[in-house]
């Protein structure tokens, strides 16, 4: 070795000895998790990026609130994983989870919503996840149970401790936001809001118009002495069975973005029958968003509650592809949320997004994120109407044709 190369190298060495030296002499400053506060520990471990977490719709708390009655909460996401109640493509069964896993990127740190000037994840209301109804796929007499039964407990829910007493009325009873599921589970939820609202009015969104009266399926295999055959509850007849139990307000509810084809005008005429105003999807272009939903707010009224269902159908195919009966023709995703904004003044006391059906879905998960932000919006709705009864917080109210 050379006398240059050993020199370098003890140097290297003497300079190594002091830095190892003055590490021992370093104060360790970690304090032990014990006796750190929850704020500490929160600040640092309680939040989630979009791509971490358990799946949780917007990465939401999760309770089994079916389980735990106790747990109180203003407005709650459940999944109703149910679908052998389909005419045509099943797999919504699989929706509830996709459309949690479509959410991931809204997160309470950035939920903020720019039209509504809220974000709806850090106002008033206590919005959890109560998981989903564990609903079976064998027996369609004992699910249609099983989720009336569940809703109806839910419905009896208490709202946070901070809105027993609110001088707003909207915050003083919990909501549910359901995620199907095919269609059918409207009707186990509006018997539910029967207990507590009376009869409701729906403001419907889908290509069909799911008031068909069972027999326009084929059924000559139905018992005739049989009052109630379980064929009968299907998802284009919930809404025919709900006018016939009384569930919904007469004259008051409205159907929007209707393309389907029909089995005659008849069809039309038993749909006046009970009571609907329709709006077909080719109503956006010759109406516009702005008149389209302002004669939505003017019929049904701003004091009505109202169940709000959106079936993921009424998206064009070619925009949501991942649904059990896809019809060409619909509207875009952002036609369907500027209608949704420009009705936010509705008294929505509960809403679902059904007919996910991720099977049909590309990689690119379009329907479930469809649905996600359709999910978001129709919150943002509920949360700001119980900022201001009358759902004038922020800066609502002016609806811009921009079509």
Same mark, same amino acid.
């Given at each position: 070795m050379r006398p240059s190369t050993a020199l370098v190298l003890c140097a290297a060495a003497v300079g190594l000895t002091h830095a190892h030296a003055g590490h021992d002499h370093v104060e360790d400053t970690t304090e032990p998790f014990i006796g750190w506060t929850k704020e500490d520990l929160d600040a640092k471990w309680g939040t989630d990026w979009g791509f971490s977490g358990i799946s949780t719709f917007a990465h939401l708390q999760h309770e089994r609130c079916?389980?735990?009655?106790?747990?109180?909460?203003?407005?709650?996401?459940?999944?109703?994983?149910?679908?052998?109640?389909?005419?045509?493509?099943? $797999?919504? /069964?699989? $929706?509830? /989870?996709?459309?949690?896993? *479509?959410?991931?990127?809204?997160?309470?740190?950035? *939920?903020?919503?720019?039209?509504?000037?809220?974000?709806?994840?850090?106002?008033?209301?206590?919005?959890?996840?109560?998981?989903?109804?564990?609903?079976?796929?064998?027996?369609?007499?004992?699910?249609? /149970?099983?989720?009336?039964? *569940?809703?109806?407990?839910?419905?009896?829910?208490?709202?946070?401790? %901070?809105n027993k007493d609110s001088p707003v009325k909207y915050r003083r009873t919990p909501k549910l936001f359901t995620l199907g599921g095919d269609h059918s589970i409207a009707l186990p939820t509006l018997r539910a809001l029967n207990k507590i609202y009376g009869e409701v009015a729906v403001v419907h969104f889908d290509a069909h118009l799911?008031?068909?009266?069972? %027999?326009?399926?084929?059924?000559?295999?139905?018992?005739?002495?049989?009052?109630f055959p379980v064929s009968f509850f299907t998802h284009g007849t919930m809404f025919w069975?709900?006018?016939?139990?009384?569930?919904?307000?007469?004259?008051?509810?409205?159907?929007?973005?209707?393309?389907?084809?029909?089995? $005659?005008?008849?069809?039309?005429?038993?749909?006046?029958?009970?009571?609907?105003?329709?709006?077909?999807?080719?109503?956006?272009?010759?109406?516009?968003?702005?008149?389209?939903?302002?004669?939505?707010?003017?019929?049904? $009224?701003?004091?009505?509650?109202?169940?709000?269902?959106?079936?993921?159908?009424?998206?064009?195919?070619?925009?949501?592809?991942g649904t059990g009966t896809p019809e060409p023709g619909g509207w875009t995703t952002r036609e369907l949320i500027r209608v949704l904004r420009g009705i936010e003044s509705l008294n929505v006391v509960g809403a679902d997004v059904v007919e996910v059906s991720p099977s049909y879905d590309g990689?690119?998960?379009?329907?479930?994120?469809?649905?996600?932000?359709? %999910?978001?919006?129709?919150?943002?709705?509920?949360?700001?109407r119980g900022m201001d009864e009358g759902g004038k917080a922020g800066g609502a109210g002016v609806v811009r044709d921009e079509l």
């Open positions: 079916l389980q735990h009655p106790e747990v109180e909460y203003d407005i709650a996401i459940l999944g109703v994983p149910f679908d052998t109640a389909v005419t045509y493509r099943p $797999g919504a /069964r699989f $929706g509830p /989870r996709a459309i949690r896993a *479509a959410s991931a990127r809204q997160t309470s740190f950035r *939920a903020y919503n720019p039209r509504a000037g809220v974000n709806p994840y850090l106002e008033w209301a206590k919005i959890i996840d109560c998981g989903d109804i564990p609903v079976t796929p064998f027996d369609n007499t004992l699910a249609l /149970r099983q989720m009336t039964e *569940a809703y109806t407990n839910l419905a009896h829910s208490s709202p946070s401790a %901070a799911d008031t068909w009266h069972p %027999a326009k399926y084929p059924s000559a295999w139905v018992d005739k002495d049989d009052p069975i709900a006018h016939n139990e009384s569930l919904i307000q007469k004259g008051k509810s409205v159907h929007g973005g209707l393309r389907t084809r029909l089995t $005659g005008i008849e069809d039309n005429e038993d749909d006046d029958a009970q009571g609907w105003l329709r709006f077909t999807a080719d109503d956006i272009d010759d109406l516009g968003v702005a008149t389209m939903a302002r004669r939505i707010v003017e019929h049904v $009224g701003t004091e009505t509650p109202v169940y709000l269902s959106i079936d993921i159908d009424v998206i064009d195919p070619g925009l949501a592809p990689a690119g998960e379009v329907t479930a994120l469809a649905a996600a932000q359709v %999910a978001f919006e129709v919150l943002t709705s509920m949360v700001k």
